[in-house]
């Protein structure tokens, strides 16, 4: 006579243990690197260069140019650039949801509150956005920046279409590997630093091995102001391309969305306002050269 087996008796999993230190700084040098990163080291030799030829006033960058002669090269090559640009945020979501975290909700970067995410997003738009005009206007007069040229693609039926995936690519790239992931990086390893753990005071919720977080899941910086800083400054410095005006206007924008975030803890407000920002840029060009405010 047989004995029926015993059902297993099922198992805790076992507690989530934060990522090392040198684990987080290398995924944050990795990603950079292939990113943004990367982006800053290539603008700062570019405003070397251009600054060791002649006055930057004399010179012009084009933020969109063409890519090709041909109509349909240009668009397929225009079409690659957007999506291989994106890799690195689908890289950091992917690090995030593959330690038990849903990125979207951690940073913010759902539909849960549309109507206030949109007006938030139009209202930094209106608010940077004279801001931006007001430090390229500076800089034009002082000589640090470059004419920009918002658009140099041929009229084709894509073109709208085309730029308008390119503000949303930038907009998406910036704000969730700049914000979003870099903000959540650095707490994690400033609390690491600090000794955070689930027992240390504080009422926030822990997760990730016990590390602090907000509600949302995202680790919260103990240096917030550390954190703002050198992000904002990483923002200023991969704009350098387009002369000193730009770094210095890019990095105020970076100060103002990193003090949104970290008092919501929202980024699609961000990326809204990024969006409509580029958008208006790419594609209202040709107006706002009528209107002597950009490209001169």
Not at 13 to 27: F, G, I, K, L, Q
Not at 88 to 107: A, D, E, K, M
Request: charged share 10%; net charge positive; with cysteine.
């Amino acid at each position: 006579m047989t004995t029926p087996a015993r059902s297993a008796r099922p198992t805790q999993p076992a507690p989530a243990v934060p990522p090392s230190a040198r684990t987080v700084r290398w995924e944050i040098v990795i990603v950079l690197a292939l990113s943004l990163g990367r982006s800053a080291v290539y603008a700062i030799v570019n405003l070397i260069d251009k600054w060791t030829q002649a006055p930057l006033s004399g010179q012009t960058t084009t933020l969109n140019p063409a890519l090709d002669d041909r109509q349909y090269f240009d668009l397929t090559y225009q079409v690659l650039d957007i999506g291989f640009a994106l890799v690195p945020v689908l890289l950091v979501l992917h690090l995030v949801w593959i330690r038990g975290r849903n990125p979207f909700r951690t940073f913010g970067l759902d539909l849960r509150r549309p109507g206030r995410d949109a007006a938030w997003g139009i209202g930094l738009f209106l608010a940077i956005g004279l801001g931006t005009l007001a430090v390229y206007a500076a800089g034009r007069a002082t000589g640090v920046t470059t004419a920009i040229v918002g658009s140099a693609l041929n009229e084709y039926w894509w073109t709208t279409p085309v730029l308008l995936f390119s503000a949303l690519r930038h907009s998406l790239l910036e704000e969730v590997i700049v914000v979003a992931w870099l903000f959540d990086r650095l707490g994690h390893l400033q609390q690491l630093r600090s000794g955070a753990g689930p027992h240390r005071p504080g009422g926030l919720t822990a997760v990730e091995g016990g590390l602090r977080t907000w509600a949302s899941g995202a680790v919260v910086p103990w240096n917030p102001v550390a954190v703002l800083m050198g992000c904002a400054i990483l923002r200023g410095a991969y704009h350098l391309y387009q002369g000193v005006g730009p770094g210095i206007g890019n990095l105020l924008m970076g100060l103002v969305f990193g003090a949104f975030y970290l008092r919501y803890q929202r980024v699609m407000p961000l990326v809204v306002a990024h969006f409509l920002l580029d958008a208006a840029g790419f594609v209202a060009y040709p107006l706002l050269v009528e209107a002597g405010l950009f490209g001169s």
